[in-house]
């Protein structure tokens, strides 16, 4: 899950399993929800995104799940690959504020 | 395209420098966004812009100033640098307010 201050998450998974990462988020007039994937030294870059009319979307390798009644958001990633290691982060925009960013999740890839 | 472009990729300065960091995006978003990274942090708003000549603070604006003369460009400046400015600075930018966002390669600064 998501965290804030100087240590993040870390989830490790062997390559080739399923990796699961979670985020919960703080306001439930958000609408709209994006994971983002950053490798070090990198700027974030979009994965996949889902509306709040939507519990579900599949992309290439990643669904991204949405339960509102709790406030919770999922990224799954299916055949982990070596490459999928970085920091995975989600936001939340909508509902007339600024998107809020999340501190992220590491996701470490064993070969 | 070249998406989002930032400069320099690194940087040092002593207290009370200033400098300016820039950011140029091709892809004719309208709006632009100026973010600080803080190790273990979500990424925190300084500035925005909705388009050409418009702009607004967000959510940490100290010590900072932005400019958006033109569609492409959107500088940061930082003024009087202190070591609590010390960060990444990610620039990004957007097709629609607040959604998917398409960030540079990002800027980091050290004050001492």
């Known amino acids: 899950g998501e965290s804030v201050g100087l240590h993040l998450p870390t989830l490790s998974v062997q390559e080739g399993d399923n990796s699961i990462i979670n985020c919960a988020y703080s306001n439930s007039a958000s609408d709209y929800f994006i994971w983002y994937k950053q490798e070090s030294g990198k700027g974030p870059q979009f994965i996949i995104d889902i509306r709040s009319n939507m519990d579900k979307r599949q992309g290439q390798r990643v669904t991204v799940l949405l339960n509102k009644t709790v406030k919770h958001l999922s990224l799954q990633i299916a055949a982990t690959q070596p490459g999928d290691s970085a920091v995975y982060f989600c936001?939340?925009?909508?509902?007339?504020?600024?998107?809020?960013f999340g501190a992220g999740t590491r996701l470490f890839v064993k070969a | 395209n070249a998406g989002v472009t930032q400069t320099p990729k690194f940087r040092i300065l002593k207290i009370g420098q200033s400098m300016t960091l820039q950011c140029t995006q091709d892809?004719?978003?309208?709006?632009m966004y100026w973010y600080r990274q803080d190790p273990g942090m979500g990424l925190k708003l300084i500035y925005y812009s909705v388009g050409a000549g418009i702009t607004d603070k967000g959510e940490v604006p100290n010590g900072y100033n932005v400019s958006r003369s033109t569609t492409e460009d959107f500088p940061l400046r930082l003024e009087l640098a202190a070591p609590s400015q010390t960060s990444v600075y990610f620039c990004a930018s957007s097709w629609r307010f607040q959604e998917t966002q398409y960030f540079g390669p990002g800027t980091r600064l050290l004050v001492l």
């Open positions: 936001a939340e925009a909508g509902g007339g504020f600024k998107t809020i």
């Open positions: 892809m004719n978003h309208n709006y």
